[in-house]
């Protein structure tokens, strides 16, 4: 048996925090968890920020963070994971970017870093401990992650060009 290594571990510890971090999110967004707003509360949130039918928008983000946090931290389906951790986190960078880079003012710079890592797992892969290496990484092939991360930043575009058209009309 092959032994583990070090980024096994790392991968690990960057799968379960972002994962869990994502996952939290969308508790707050869907459930109300964590002192969250819930859906409604998010979906007023939503449209305070440019989107139309804020709820439905709540819900997909929510959807996406749930799901992919749980598959990101788990290592199952890792391409969905990173596929839905660079869409969800590329609109949220979106939403923040007019508010410049660091969080402290609102911007950017949490929302890009969470993609970036969760994008980052993707392409590298969920190591040792996960359950796409049990599996024999039946949902994780090269070809899936190309198609995965692509479709996500195509999705992420249309929903980004939806919301500047919004603010426009404003």
Excluded at 84 to 95: D, E, I, Y
Excluded at 137 to 164: E, H, I, K, Q
């Amino acid at each position: 048996m092959a032994k583990n290594t070090a980024r096994d571990y790392a991968v690990l510890a960057v799968r379960l925090g972002v994962g869990g971090t994502l996952f939290a999110h969308g508790a707050q967004k869907l459930w109300g968890a964590f002192d969250g707003p819930g859906l409604e509360g998010a979906g007023v949130a939503f449209e305070e920020m440019g989107f139309t039918d804020g709820q439905k928008k709540a819900r997909i983000a929510a959807f996406c963070q749930i799901g992919g946090g749980a598959l990101l931290a788990t290592g199952l389906a890792t391409p969905a994971a990173a596929a839905a951790t660079l869409g969800t986190m590329a609109v949220a960078s979106a939403v923040h970017a007019p508010n410049g880079f660091f969080s402290l003012n609102g911007g950017y710079e949490y929302t890009a870093m969470l993609g970036l890592v969760g994008t980052a797992v993707g392409i590298a892969g969920p190591g040792k401990f996960s359950v796409d290496h049990v599996s024999g990484d039946a949902l994780n092939r090269p070809w899936m992650r190309t198609v995965a991360l692509t479709s996500a930043a195509v999705a992420a575009a249309g929903f980004v060009a939806g919301l500047r058209k919004n603010r426009v009309e404003r």
